[in-house]
């Protein structure tokens, strides 16, 4: 079946730091990849998305690359702010139009100092 | 425009209970979907909701249960409740036309410690 495999955390980072979450993942097919933000107190939020090879997705400073060739959805961003500070889920839904379930990774807890 | 709300934001059953969480979709959402949370893990697709009719299910139990009303809130149930059950219950709707498209809206969630 699908599956996700992120980063294990906690990442702590001081402001202004380069910052990578790596996240792999294993479907047949051609899944659609995700990053959700989970801010404290928050309900999960879509950050990006890319639905083929090679797209680029980007919002908010953040960005990921869909690499087929080695499965992979790595986020970043240049420069962090403590406002970034979040849990950050890779997520991937399974190609096939009647598919609507989410596969998401364990999470990564990112830490922004000032 | 509220969001996507959820009732109750925590409760406490014991095991064997049973429990009925409540989700009133974003305004304008048609689809509504619910996964489980473990501590320290990610989502868990449950099952999906649309046109009142589960449209697809996770790998979960039949103690899991839910239901969808025509105004588009959804009900999951939980019988016979279980330690392991102890979790963050999320529900999330989508756009009208998008319910495949993975772009989720999500509740805060609901608490569930199971004693």
Request: with cysteine; net charge negative.
């Amino acid at each position: 079946g699908n599956s996700v495999t992120q980063m294990e955390g906690p990442v702590t980072l001081s402001e202004e730091a380069f910052l990578t979450i790596n996240c792999t993942y294993t479907a047949t097919g051609y899944p659609s990849l995700f990053w959700y933000v989970q801010y404290p107190g928050e309900g999960l939020q879509l950050l990006l998305k890319a639905t083929k090879a090679d797209d680029k997705g980007s919002n908010k400073g953040f960005e990921a690359t869909y690499r087929k060739e080695t499965t992979s959805f790595h986020l970043e961003k240049g420069s962090v702010q403590v406002s970034d500070s979040a849990v950050y889920f890779c997520a991937l839904l399974g190609s096939g139009g009647s598919n609507y379930k989410l596969t998401f990774g364990k999470g990564t807890l990112l830490t922004v100092n000032p | 425009d509220a969001g996507v709300t959820q009732s109750p934001t925590h409760l406490i059953k014991t095991r064997g209970q049973q429990v009925t969480l409540r989700c009133s979709p974003k305004s304008g959402h048609d689809t509504v979907s619910w996964y489980q949370q473990a501590l320290g893990q990610g989502p868990q697709f449950i099952f999906q909701y649309y046109e009142e009719e589960e449209r697809q299910r996770g790998n979960f139990p039949d103690r899991f249960s839910g239901h969808q009303f025509p105004n588009y809130s959804s009900e999951l149930n939980v019988n016979a409740l279980l330690l392991g059950d102890s979790a963050l219950y999320l529900c999330a709707s989508t756009i009208p036309g998008t319910g495949a498209s993975g772009e989720l809206f999500f509740g805060e969630g609901s608490r569930l410690t199971v004693l």
